[in-house]
């Protein structure tokens, strides 16, 4: 029987991060919704993030004291109140009027850290201000590194001196992914063909909120890469089109490394090797992805390739993960297979798009609310102490982590194992 979804338009009505997906769905106009969910080519790697969680099992436990359940996590040397944060998402403007400061403001409410991305429509300053100084939230900023290298400087030097306290290096993304739907929408780059244009119109509340009072959102961090007055989306895509470079290296890293001085993380790892690289490289994180679909069809999902990272690299570097995360359980199985943290994307941004700041914070406490349950459920007390031996795989993902063991059934949890006995944050 197909299970059955609430179908209102009351973002605060929904049970699960889907119903959340489908309000979204209707609100926003289908170019931007698309924008938002799309995929690579024939979207394979967008599937296979879904389903790589259908393929582990979890073995929970009874009669365990559960009266008090906690999903707090310490990262990077500071208390998260729990196991996952708002990861990098462009262009959020489109979603809801200055979109990256409301995703912003639910992250720093609800005690997570917060990434802004190198292409959003809040300037880094506004964010630093009004959520890092005024809310006290913990605030990172995600960088791509252009064929302009003065550029990535800059944005580096605006971060430090706005207090980010972490940079998130994009590498996955030098060559541009072959993104079908993107064509489609669009009779040239950034016009609306004429199906989009109507469907805009019959979007009333939509153009209300980001159009008629303030324009078209414009890119607000792109600086110096942008000739005067192109910080439109049209200018800022014809001048990153020309600015991705394919011929970046880990000498890049390297250089940005000897730059910030603060928690360096490299965004677009899948393989035990290019982790292993970046800890030589000096990053103090990384983020196994394969950015949620959008670039390699056809790639690992990166809960698969988790554990043998986690294995190899978890002693030297702080492993955090994104790419289908829809659930709570997801997170609690991407822990117990050896994350530190997942970040969110488009999970939040459905929140957003279904209710503004308002709709991100609901999507936040639904996430939170299933972690706690599914922690009882297990007969866990507490996410930092796992037996990860309460995974099973199925299917053929199991290949993947030959390294988590079809070990027999954990005995009783009074002596939990500490899944971080190194004490690595």
């Known amino acids: 029987m ?56 979890l073995l ?56 802004l991305s190198n292409v959003s429509t809040v300037p880094l300053e506004d964010i630093a201000l009004q959520i890092g100084k005024q809310a006290g939230g913990r605030i990172w900023m995600q960088l791509y590194v252009f064929r302009t290298r003065e550029f990535a400087r800059k944005v580096a030097e605006r971060a430090e001196r706005a207090g980010f306290e972490a940079l998130v290096v994009t590498t996955d993304s030098a060559v541009y992914g072959n993104r079908e739907w993107d064509a489609r929408n669009f009779r040239r780059p950034l016009h609306l063909n004429l199906r989009n244009t109507i469907d805009v119109a019959l979007h009333p509340r939509w153009l209300f909120d980001v159009v008629i009072p303030h324009g ?31 011929s970046i290296t880990w000498e890049d890293i390297r250089w940005l490394r000897g730059l910030w001085p603060r928690t360096l993380i490299v965004k677009g790892i899948c393989t035990v090797e290019d982790a292993l690289l970046a800890a030589e490289c000096g990053a103090d994180g990384i983020v196994l992805t394969n950015h949620g679909g959008r670039q390699l069809d056809g790639a690992i999902s990166a809960m698969e390739i988790l554990p043998e990272v986690a294995a190899k690299v978890g002693d030297k570097l702080t492993v955090m993960i994104d790419g289908g995360f829809r659930r709570g359980s997801d997170i609690v199985k991407a822990v117990l297979l050896g994350a530190d943290a997942v970040l969110l994307g488009r999970a939040t941004l459905y929140g957003l798009a279904a209710g503004g700041g308002a709709g991100a914070a609901h999507a936040i406490s639904i996430l939170k609310t299933e972690v706690d349950r599914v922690l009882g459920l297990l007969g866990f007390p507490d996410i930092t102490k796992m037996d990860p031996r ?23 949890y009074h002596d939990l194992v500490d899944r971080n006995p190194s004490g690595k944050n």
């Open 2 to 57: 197909k299970r059955r979804l609430y179908r209102g338009s009351d973002f605060r009505r929904a049970q699960n991060i889907e119903e959340l997906r489908e309000i979204a769905r209707r609100r926003a106009p289908n170019f931007a919704f698309e924008y938002v969910e799309g995929g690579a080519e024939d979207e394979v790697t967008l599937k296979r993030n879904r389903m790589v969680f259908e393929d582990i099992a």
């Open 216 to 246: 078209m959102p414009r890119l607000k961090n792109l600086g110096d890469l942008l000739p005067p007055g192109q910080d439109s989306a049209k200018g800022a895509s014809a001048a990153m089109g020309k600015e991705l470079d394919p």
């Open 60 to 115: 929970p436990r009874t009669l365990i004291n559960v009266g008090k359940v906690s999903q707090q996590i310490e990262l990077f040397g500071k208390p998260s109140a729990a196991p996952f944060l708002i990861g990098p998402t462009g262009y959020n403007g489109v979603l809801t009027h200055q979109g990256d400061l409301a995703l912003a403001r639910a992250a720093a409410k609800a005690g997570i850290p917060f990434t």
């Open 390 to 412: 309460c995974l099973r795989w199925r299917g053929s993902a199991r290949l993947f982590t030959t390294n988590v063991a079809a070990e027999p059934s954990p005995g009783p």
